[in-house]
């Protein structure tokens, strides 16, 4: 099985911008989750989509949203994009509650 | 919300050392993982572990759920198995659907 793919890998923006962000989760998974990745305050989560619904979502400003379509792929779009948005963005997937994440390779987003 | 807390900070070892990773979490879970990031940012899968103990070559993993802690043991280490590793938990029961809460991480550096 392919593992969880994510496009694009790189991406350098400049404030102000948005971006979307890709995931294709593992064949057969309808849960994906994203988090965002940086040195200051390590590994958080943004949000979890399952079923093109989103059933939770952590403590971060509206300028960052989501969505999942019926074949179960979901974006991340970041918009009017600030220095501290810079960071690895990863997203997960996983069958449903209580099951093993796995995680796609990352995009790295940097905002200059 | 749920805390985590990995001991040590970091690590430095000779190749053929054994080492000890420690994971306490404030909460009950029903979800316990454990990951290796690699140089490039993606997470690796070591051990899905809620509970209970297993094992996968020169490492395995250790849950006491009732006392909330895991511990990671890595024999005989190479210096590939250098990196960043993590302990990330879901809480039980509640709506924290799909929410992995990470540990800071423990830098393990393996000398030749």
């Known amino acids: 099985k392919a593992g969880v793919t994510q496009t694009p890998r790189y991406l350098i923006k400049t404030r102000g911008q948005q971006v979307t962000l890709s995931c294709s989760p593992i064949s057969g998974h309808r849960s994906v989750s994203w988090y965002q990745q940086t040195p200051g305050q390590g590994l958080q989560f943004l949000f979890e989509y399952f079923s093109e619904t989103q059933r939770n979502k952590g403590n971060f400003p509206g300028r960052f949203s989501g969505r999942q379509f019926s074949n179960s792929r979901s974006e991340m779009n970041v918009s009017t994009l600030e220095l501290g948005d810079s960071a690895l963005y990863l997203c997960a997937s996983r069958l449903d509650r209580d099951n093993e994440q796995f995680f796609g390779p990352g995009t790295r987003l940097t905002v200059l | 919300g749920i805390q985590v807390e990995q001991s040590p900070p970091d690590l430095i070892l000779q190749e053929g050392a054994n080492s000890t990773l420690r994971c306490n979490f404030s909460?009950?879970?029903?979800?316990l993982q454990w990951f290796h990031q690699n140089p490039w940012g993606q997470l690796i899968n070591l051990f899905y572990?809620?509970?209970g103990t297993k094992q996968n070559g020169r490492l395995s993993a250790t849950t006491v759920a009732t006392e909330r802690y895991s511990l990671l043991y890595i024999s005989s280490s190479q210096t590939t198995d250098s990196g960043v590793y993590f302990c990330?938990?879901?809480?039980?029961?509640?709506?924290?659907?799909?929410?992995?809460?990470f540990g800071q991480g423990t830098i393990l550096t393996v000398h030749p």
């Open positions: 572990i809620p509970s």
């Open positions: 990330a938990v879901e809480p039980a029961g509640g709506t924290s659907y799909g929410k992995l809460t």
């Open positions: 909460d009950s879970v029903n979800n």
